[in-house]
């Protein structure tokens, strides 16, 4: 079976603090995604990478970057947490190509106070 | 651009009733098209999928249908369980696009 692991399942951080949150997939998918999701919207893309060091912005890049240093891991960075960044974060990896669906992990809820 | 419409929630129904949760979708070409299934506390899961017009994906008594002349892909399934209570979400994948839109999601509860 496909794992996608993110390293934490909840998260309390203080405004200002840089975050990190890491995601690692064992099927050496191509294309790995983060995405917020809140309620009444649905997921929002944050950042997608299709490759190593490569990536693309989403629908809500603002505030956020991330790292793919390796095929198996990226990261999402928040550089100086905000309070509406208090959200869940969903990581997710695929395969290459429009046929393939996508396999999450299980979600880090992000509190910021 | 390509986008997903899905029927606003929540629905709320009984053991044994049919469950139809609609999904239309705006694309160029021929999309590949998704239902994933939120359970509470946890992430995404693929449910099922169509790569093709009138492709038919089925899973756990769950079905869809790529209907292109509808531009839909409606969730079906004949009778419910209490387990079956999650958010369902449809997504689209475009022909050559490395990305996933998804619906905002319909959140399904059944009821004893």
């Known amino acids: 079976d496909v794992k996608v692991t993110q390293s934490s399942r909840y998260l309390v951080k203080r405004t200002g603090e840089k975050v990190f949150l890491e995601c690692v997939q064992d099927m050496d998918h191509e294309n790995m995604f983060w995405y917020r999701q809140d309620p009444g919207l649905g997921l929002r893309l944050i950042y997608f990478?299709?490759?190593?060091?490569?990536?693309e912005k989403g629908d809500i890049p603002e505030g956020y970057s991330v790292s793919r240093e390796k095929k198996e891991r990226f990261s999402l960075i928040l550089e100086s947490a905000s309070t509406n960044q208090t959200s869940m974060y969903l990581c997710?990896?695929?395969?290459?190509?429009?046929?393939?669906?996508?396999?999450f992990g299980q979600g880090t809820r992000l509190t910021v106070v | 651009g390509d986008s997903v419409t899905q029927m606003e929630g929540p629905v709320t129904l009984s053991e044994e009733a049919f469950l139809t949760i609609n999904c239309t979708y705006t694309a160029t070409g021929y999309p590949s098209l998704f239902w994933y299934v939120q359970y509470p506390g946890e992430g995404l899961q693929l449910l099922l999928k169509a790569t093709k017009a009138d492709d038919k994906g089925s899973n756990k008594g769950f079905e869809a249908t790529y209907r292109k002349e509808t531009t839909s892909f409606h969730l079906e399934k004949g009778s419910v369980q209490v387990s079956d209570s999650a958010v369902y979400f449809c997504?689209?994948?475009?022909?050559?696009?490395?990305?996933?839109?998804f619906g905002t999601g319909t959140r399904l509860t059944v009821i004893p």
């Open positions: 990478s299709y490759d190593v060091k490569m990536k």
């Open positions: 997504a689209l994948s475009g022909a050559g696009a490395n990305n996933l839109f």
């Open positions: 997710a990896s695929r395969r290459q190509g429009p046929l393939y669906g996508a396999f």
